[in-house]
């Protein structure tokens, strides 16, 4: 961080999407003005759990997911939990416990993070909300979401409850974020894997939702 100041100092913070430094801010306020939230009202609801999205999976948003994911650009996880913040507003969470989906350990790897949880931790230091990292593990690989047949039938089974973490979070509130939900199978299975652990007190938030 100490060096990442002195950087910024020598050189204009560039926006992380269109590289103009007209500010220092990582997205600009032309960029900004591009994004739309999506409204404070659950999108869906599974098993009795309200399910929140806060964009469209389009435009400013996708560069944004895309350029952490597949590129590299590790600053837009500052970027993304921001906008997660200014959205969550909306919606009452009181004092939660951050949670995100895995990765299969060879998959984070290969990334070197899981992007997911920079996106956590950066939205910890926003609320103050402690970010659980080992509570639900990935025990098996599977085909990315978006290249599946039976994207229900790809995930199932692959998350576990670790039976010593999640009795210590019973009662707690838990805030379950992700980047993307399609068909939402992924955040269905992770419900149900902490349902059937006891854990009840459940707000999904995901980053974006695609349109279908």
Excluded: W
């Excluded at 060096?3 to 560039?14: F, G, S, V």
């Excluded at 009202?41 to 309200?50: L, Q, S």
């Excluded at 944004?64 to 597949?70: P, S, T, V």
Aim: aromatic share 8%.
């Amino acid at each position: 961080m100490f060096l990442d100041a002195i950087l910024n100092l020598i050189y204009n913070q560039k926006c992380v999407i269109c590289s103009c430094s007209k500010t220092d801010e990582l997205l600009c306020k032309t960029c900004v003005k591009q994004i739309n939230y999506l409204s404070g009202f659950p999108h869906r609801i599974y098993k009795g759990i309200k399910i929140y999205s806060c964009f469209n999976y389009s435009g400013i948003i996708k560069k944004l997911i895309q350029l952490l994911k597949f590129s590299h650009h590790k600053n837009c996880a500052k970027v993304l939990a921001r906008l997660v913040f200014n959205y969550i507003q909306k919606i009452e969470l009181d004092n939660s416990i951050i949670i995100y989906p895995p990765s299969f350990f060879l998959k984070s790897a290969s990334r070197g993070y899981n992007h997911m949880g920079l996106i956590a931790k950066e939205l910890k230091k926003l609320t103050g909300y402690k970010v659980l990292d080992s509570l639900i593990k990935k025990t098996k690989y599977t085909k990315p979401q978006y290249s599946a047949k039976n994207r229900k039938k790809n995930i199932k089974g692959s998350f576990e409850v670790d039976n010593i973490i999640v009795d210590k979070i019973k009662g707690q509130k838990v805030l379950l974020l992700d980047d993307i939900t399609t068909s939402g199978a992924t955040v269905e299975e992770l419900i149900d894997c902490l349902l059937d652990k006891g854990v009840k007190d459940i707000v999904v938030v995901t980053i974006s939702k695609v349109k279908r």
